[in-house]
């Protein structure tokens, strides 16, 4: 496991058994801007996609309401919460594009794209990733999602003040 707190240097993180590098300041290619703006940064727990997981962010609410769906429909979706803000769902590499029509989601793949980790300031597991439960493809999680934003949109436009 990464020691935390150096500044510059290559770290390692283990995420569901898979090796994954954190982006290190300076280094030539990598999105620094975005590493110093990120929650924790510096702390060693940015950790970048590559091939090992895609994300999905959504606001805090909208996260909790389709983790409670897909902990109905019994599918492991790892999720990480900062603080009360966002909520970032973990799906099978190469999968999250199925989500870059979803306005209400920012979606995080490839190899420039990175998610804060705990223990970054404020970032906790709300459901850790475990490994007898591969990632699922974001096709098993998109439904819980539109389902979510169906109601949320409802709920809004039914009690609207006028």
Same mark, same amino acid.
């Given at each position: 496991? *990464?020691?935390?707190? $150096?500044? +510059? ?7 569901? @058994?898979?090796?994954?590098? $954190?982006?290190?300041? @300076?280094?030539? @290619?990598?999105? =620094?801007?975005?590493?110093?703006? *990120? ?7 940015? *950790?970048? #996609? ?6 999905l ?18 599918? &492991?979706?790892?999720?990480l919460?900062?603080?009360?803000? !966002?909520? =970032?769902?973990?799906?099978?590499? +190469? !999968? ?5 029509? #979803?306005?209400?989601?920012e979606?995080?793949?490839? %190899? $420039? *794209?990175?998610?804060?980790?705990? %223990?970054?300031? +404020? ?5 850790? %990733?475990a490994?007898? &439960?591969?990632?699922?493809?974001? @096709?098993?999680?998109? %439904? ?15 009690? $609207?003040?006028?």
């Open positions: 496991m *990464a020691k935390v707190g $150096s500044f +510059g240097h290559e770290e390692n993180r283990i995420l569901r @058994g898979k090796r994954v590098r $954190s982006i290190a300041s @300076g280094t030539e @290619g990598e999105p =620094t801007a975005a590493f110093w703006s *990120a929650p924790g940064a510096g702390a060693g727990g940015i *950790a970048l #996609c590559r091939t090992n997981w895609d994300a962010t959504v606001a805090h609410p909208v996260g909790m309401a389709v983790m409670v769906r897909v902990d109905a429909a019994r599918l &492991h979706v790892s999720c919460t900062s603080g009360r803000t !966002t909520a =970032t769902l973990f799906v099978a590499p +190469g !999968t999250g594009e199925l989500f870059a029509d #979803c306005p209400q989601a979606v995080r793949s490839g %190899p $420039s *794209a990175w998610v804060a980790l705990p %223990p970054s300031y +404020g970032v906790r597991w709300d459901t850790a %990733p490994e007898d &439960h591969p990632l699922p493809d974001a @096709g098993f999680v998109r %439904p819980h999602l539109a389902q979510v934003l169906k109601l949320a949109s409802a709920d809004r436009v039914q009690w $609207s003040p006028r």
